[in-house]
């Protein structure tokens, strides 16, 4: 009975590479969410998709972050020409209704190091 | 304006006593869902226990209780009989957009517990 997850668990990049963050949701999701946490701060909503969809991406950045959760495979979170400021937790979700019933379940994260 | 207020930034109990650590929150809409979570060392979000709007009765989930107090908009988190192992950062969360679809979670800035043996 896997729960959510996410990987790589550690990442760490140099200043203008991208990052690439994957999460594969539980079984029978088909709801993910990216939240992002800054050092000791709380969870910060980025993304919120469906399958092929994003339905509301009001807390990413404007340049350089980009969501899919295609058809077949996991979401992917992008960042392209990652700065120090990238550096974070990202934790992804899963749902499985869009209903305000549903507890989202959280993966364990990808810790990103920007250096 | 914060949605979601914990204004304990770390806290001490006992080893087998309880612990209330704080939350409150703010919104207009009269649909809404209340979560608390527990964040160890480790990193990983674990689901505590989730407390409806419309719920008459208060949450709970073992030692774990929710003290809803709907007119004043707090929703605390009781933790009983204290474990070494409930040492973590406790996040309150608010589940919201209703109206958009989206139920996506505004998170308090946390708790720290420490429990002392």
């Known amino acids: 009975n896997a729960g959510v997850m996410q990987n790589p668990r550690h990442l760490v990049r140099r200043r203008g590479q991208e990052a690439r963050l994957r999460c594969s949701p539980m079984?029978?999701?088909?709801?993910v969410y990216w939240y992002r946490q800054l050092p000791e701060e709380g969870l910060k909503f980025m993304v919120y998709?469906?399958?092929?969809?994003?339905?509301?991406e009001s807390g990413m950045p404007k340049e350089r972050f980009s969501a899919e959760f295609p058809k077949e495979g996991p979401s992917i979170l992008r960042i392209q020409q990652v700065v120090r400021g990238d550096s974070a937790a990202y934790f992804c979700?899963?749902?499985?209704?869009?209903?305000?019933?549903?507890?989202?379940?959280f993966g364990p994260g990808t810790r990103l190091t920007v250096t | 304006a914060q949605k979601i207020t914990q204004t304990q930034p770390g806290m001490f109990v006992q080893e087998k006593e309880a612990v209330t650590l704080d939350c409150t929150y703010d919104?207009?809409?009269?649909?809404?869902?209340l979560f608390w979570y527990k964040q160890p060392s480790s990193g990983e979000m674990i689901f505590l226990i989730y407390?409806?709007?419309?719920?008459?009765q208060n949450a709970t989930e073992g030692r774990y209780s929710l003290n809803f107090q709907k007119a004043r908009k707090s929703a605390n988190l009781v933790i009983s009989a204290s474990q070494l192992g409930d040492s973590a950062m406790y996040f309150c969360?608010?589940?919201?957009?209703?109206?958009?679809?989206?139920?996506?979670?505004?998170f308090g800035t946390g708790t720290r517990l420490k429990v002392l043996a």
């Open positions: 979700a899963s749902s499985a209704y869009r209903d305000g019933a549903t507890a989202q379940y």
């Open positions: 079984k029978g999701h088909s709801h």
């Open positions: 998709l469906q399958k092929e969809n994003i339905i509301d």
């Open positions: 919104t207009s809409d009269p649909s809404y869902g």
């Open positions: 407390q409806g709007s419309y719920d008459q």
């Open positions: 969360a608010m589940r919201e957009g209703r109206d958009s679809g989206t139920y996506k979670y505004i």
